[in-house]
């Protein structure tokens, strides 16, 4: 299925969509009962929002595919780090670029979102505790991230508001591992891969996150980018587009 977060008449809902048409729910899908209102709409008339506006919390896979390596060792697990909620901006926001932040680039990835609370699931089960997928663009600010004047923590670098495009669709019952991932800057391909050349899949991902961290419905998990990732400059915009899903697309301006 396919679940669109969005608003109509100053009033933010969540609906399912069928060619082209909201049907609008009774509340958030996920990790929840709903029902049908009986309310459509074209989606046209709507404005999609981020799916998640405020996640509990949402861990990010560094280093999760061979073509991003770029001479750092492959991980022997999974290296997750934390992203802010605050980064969080739904399709058509404006990603803000801060005065000082030099090197911006845009990193196209899948996201999972959790459905249910998973604590030491096996890897096995552990797709059983996704609600469903969205695409994600984990903007990062490469001189905070590394080199000489980069900061100890990666707290801006990839947390800065608005750092975090999500959207457009929540979309269920995709193989995580079997999609195409790829991003567009100004119009141009900057990224183009697989999730199959993920070193660690979102499965292995879930079940190692657990056993430590609990996660909870709405949580989201960033599986990681590929290759050389393309710089991003006020004026402009970025696409990422997940099969299955959809592209998200964000303007870029100046903070």
Avoid at 67 to 75: E, F, I, M, Q
Avoid at 76 to 92: D, L, Q, T, V
Avoid at 185 to 201: D, K, L, P, R, Y
Avoid at 205 to 228: C, E, H, Q, R
Wanted: overall charge negative; hydrophobic content about 35%.
């Amino acid at each position: 299925m396919k679940f669109v977060r969005f608003e109509q008449n100053g009033k933010v809902n969540y609906g399912i969509v069928t060619n082209d048409v909201v049907s609008e729910i009774s509340n958030s899908p996920i990790g929840q009962q709903y029902s049908e209102t009986g309310e459509k709409y074209n989606l046209s008339e709507v404005k999609i929002l981020a799916p998640v506006p405020q996640p509990g919390k949402m861990l990010c896979l560094a280093l999760n595919y061979g073509s991003h390596l770029l001479g750092a060792d492959k991980p022997s697990r999974p290296e997750p780090f934390y992203k802010n909620n605050n980064a969080i901006i739904g399709p058509g926001d404006p990603i803000k670029l801060p005065e000082d932040a030099g090197l911006v680039v845009c990193e196209s990835e899948l996201v999972v979102i959790i459905g249910q609370k998973a604590q030491s699931v096996s890897e096995e089960d552990a797709l059983d505790y996704v609600f469903g997928y969205t695409a994600g663009n984990d903007v990062s600010a490469r001189e905070w991230q590394a080199g000489p004047k980069a900061d100890k923590q990666w707290w801006r670098a990839k947390s800065s508001d608005t750092f975090g495009p999500t959207g457009p669709f929540i979309v269920t019952d995709l193989d995580p591992q079997n999609l195409s991932i790829k991003a567009w800057v100004n119009g141009v391909e900057g990224q183009n891969c697989h999730s199959s050349e993920m070193i660690f899949t979102a499965a292995q991902a879930v079940s190692f996150i657990s056993k430590y961290v609990t996660l909870n419905p709405g949580d989201m998990i960033w599986t990681g980018t590929s290759g050389t990732t393309p710089p991003i400059n006020a004026g402009g915009d970025v696409s990422i587009e997940v099969e299955g899903i959809g592209k998200l697309t964000n303007p870029v301006i100046n903070a």
